[in-house]
């Protein structure tokens, strides 16, 4: 080296220590880029798996209301043939998510002359088709969809099938069991059914774009492809039979976690191409189905690899033609680029207003330091913008919580709220879940021996919700200071709540108003869920039982709907609690929810606690059971313990 020249030596010196440096800046930004875009991708496939989901979910939940409701009107209520046709095919008409819907009757169970009858209508080109699934040798009551939900004595889903004699296309259906009373017991007497067009599905899946090949499919809860791009996968192969066909545990465990409704990112190979991928996979909590999602891996990193090739090659080049500069110009090229190194550093650590060296000349050192500036500015510009993105977000979330603080101001949270009165204790608590949502409680007397108490729980969630809500609250309180009657006061707000309810929002309410001389609790209950009673007997001995409630309509969903008033005794350290749907479905990390027979135990636990003790015990039971999973539904509460002693 001793006897090379200066020309050869700040060739080779230059070219070592310039290749090393660009290899670091490079071999840096390509890892973290790499980074970056694995991160942006896992919240991207997350958000857009979980907004599909919801968005069949949403459908789904809207269909099984169908169903059950007229089941429940089944139950309740005598139906002639001409009746029932008439509801059914309104039913199919009049929900464009429904592709059949179904009666289906135990023999002899509509008409004694009939063995089997069940009307069916269904969607065909266009019109609405009937048959009688009761005729031929179709034996509606062999098929699943009626066995499963008679053998449960609830609601269930069906697996993916062609209905061959029925509908004539692949559908699933929702199916509810419904009953007579027959010497004391309960008797199945059917089964009502609603089924949705896998076409439907279909379409609504494959309308994901995931960059150029990217796709989403369906599988059904047993693991078979319900939706995919290819079409000779649906319904012929299940997600264990591609990882059987190809010696893959990793896709045998990831059908398991679909099928058992957990949620992940993970690697993957697409299963009609084995392409690499990224793959998001999400529950739709309705059917136990699960959606998937898939970015191909190659797409993703398509644009750092070919902005790496470019910056590799221009590295190269410029390397080159400095190491021919350098035999002419030692001196003009080394003073730059010494500045160019230390300007580069600097930038690496995170400095972008750091100064360049100043272009001199027109050559290839003119034209690095260029490209320098350009990779600065674009840099800055890049920070400048994702700076503005998360200001953006920040902002909506503090518009969303104070939205959420001025729903929950109007709740009364004064505890005791009247200090004087010793003939009753009242403790109410809400547990806001992290969406504006729309539980609401209240309480107040109407005169100087009743007190009315609330409860409420408006559909969906949002700002919509939240203002249903507040006008429901307000409905309520002006309604009862007119009337003292339960059930008139729900029958009037639903009447009010119904008009101009174009977005076809409802509550489900439960009003009580106790006289606090003698105990005495008239109430009425529009769709919510029946309270609990604590009834306290000789002996310090006590029972939970549910308050026997009529089951009336939601609030604001039917105009003409008309709410019973009922009545109830308390007797002194007897105790009523009423709740929203939030306290029995919190759910933990395993998807269990707290559930009716936990409440209970809870209630039984604490039955000798005050009123704030009982709830604030119930609250502190949850969160334990919940830890750390965030709950999608507010958690409410109220309990009333009758003291008596009134004058």
Not at 501 to 522: D, K, P, R, S, Y
């Amino acid at each position: 080296m001793r006897t090379k020249g200066i020309a050869f030596k700040l060739i080779f010196f230059y070219t070592l220590s310039g290749g090393l440096i660009f290899l670091l800046i490079f071999g840096f930004n390509y890892y973290f880029s790499r980074i970056i875009i694995e991160k942006n991708v896992e919240d991207n496939a997350r958000n857009l798996a979980l907004s599909k989901a919801n968005q069949i979910e949403a459908v789904l939940r809207a269909v099984q209301k169908v169903p059950e409701n007229l089941a429940y009107y089944l139950e309740n209520s005598s139906c002639d043939n001409n009746e029932l046709m008439r509801l059914l095919r309104s039913l199919v008409q009049n929900n464009p998510e429904i592709y059949g819907a179904a009666v289906a009757f135990e023999p002899y169970g509509f008409d004694k002359k009939l063995l089997h009858f069940a009307p069916y209508f269904f969607k065909s080109d266009g019109s609405i088709e009937f048959t009688d699934l009761g005729k031929g040798s179709y034996r509606y009551n062999a098929w699943d969809w009626y066995q499963i939900p008679k053998e449960l004595n609830m609601p269930a889903w069906s697996e993916p099938y062609y209905d061959e004699g029925g509908g004539y296309t692949l559908m699933a259906t929702y199916s509810v069991p419904f009953y007579k009373q027959s010497g004391g017991k309960k008797q199945c007497r059917g089964i009502v059914t609603a089924d949705i067009n896998l076409a439907w599905l279909q379409e609504v899946v494959s309308s994901t774009k995931v960059l150029q090949t990217g796709y989403a499919f369906l599988i059904s809860k047993n693991g078979i492809i319900v939706t995919h791009p290819s079409k000779e996968l649906i319904m012929n192969e299940t997600i264990f039979g591609v990882a059987e066909a190809r010696d893959d545990p990793q896709l045998r465990d990831i059908g398991r976690k679909m099928i058992r409704g957990e949620s992940g990112f993970v690697p993957f190979r697409s299963i009609d191409s084995e392409k690499p991928c990224w793959m998001y996979y999400a529950p739709i909590p309705s059917n136990n189905w699960s959606l998937a999602v898939l970015f191909p891996r190659d797409e993703l990193v398509a644009d750092i690899t070919r902005l790496n090739g470019i910056v590799i090659a221009l590295g190269i080049a410029g390397l080159l033609l400095l190491s021919v500069a350098i035999v002419f110009i030692a001196h003009s090229i080394t003073t730059p680029l010494r500045a160019m190194v230390q300007a580069t550093k600097t930038i690496a650590i995170g400095n972008l207003d750091v100064e360049l060296p100043p272009v001199r000349f027109e050559d290839e050192v003119g034209k690095l330091t260029e490209a320098f500036r350009y990779m600065k500015e674009s840099l800055k510009e890049y920070i400048r913008a994702l700076t503005e993105t998360t200001a953006s977000k920040e902002r909506i979330e503090s518009e969303l919580k104070i939205a959420r603080d001025i729903q929950m101001s109007i709740l009364p949270k004064v505890f005791p709220p009247f200090p004087g009165r010793t003939e009753f204790d009242i403790y109410a608590a809400i547990e806001p879940a992290r969406e504006v949502g729309g539980d609401f409680y209240d309480f107040f007397f109407i005169d100087d021996n009743h007190l009315c108490f609330v409860i409420g729980d408006v559909s969906g969630k949002g700002v919509p919700a939240a203002l249903f809500m507040a006008v429901t609250k307000t409905l309520m309180k002006a309604k009862t200071s007119q009337d003292a009657d339960p059930g008139m006061i729900l029958t009037k707000v639903n009447k009010d709540l119904n008009q101009g309810n174009e977005a076809c929002m409802f509550v489900t309410i439960f009003i009580g108003i106790l006289n606090t001389t003698t105990g005495e609790i008239l109430y009425a209950n529009g769709g919510h869920n029946p309270p609990l009673m604590i009834r306290s007997g000789d002996n310090l001995s006590f029972a939970v039982e549910p308050l026997p409630v009529s089951h009336g309509l939601v609030v604001g969903a039917m105009e003409e709907s008309i709410y019973q008033t009922e009545t109830v005794i308390l007797k002194p350290r007897d105790a009523i609690f009423v709740y929203t749907d939030g306290v029995t479905e919190a759910m933990n990390e395993q998807g269990e929810l707290f559930s009716d027979d936990r409440l209970k135990k809870q209630l039984i636990k604490l039955h000798r606690k005050s009123a704030q003790e009982t709830i604030a015990g119930i609250m502190k039971g949850i969160a334990s059971f919940a830890r750390e999973v965030p709950q999608s539904d507010d958690i409410t509460m109220m309990m009333i313990r009758f003291h008596g002693g009134g004058e």
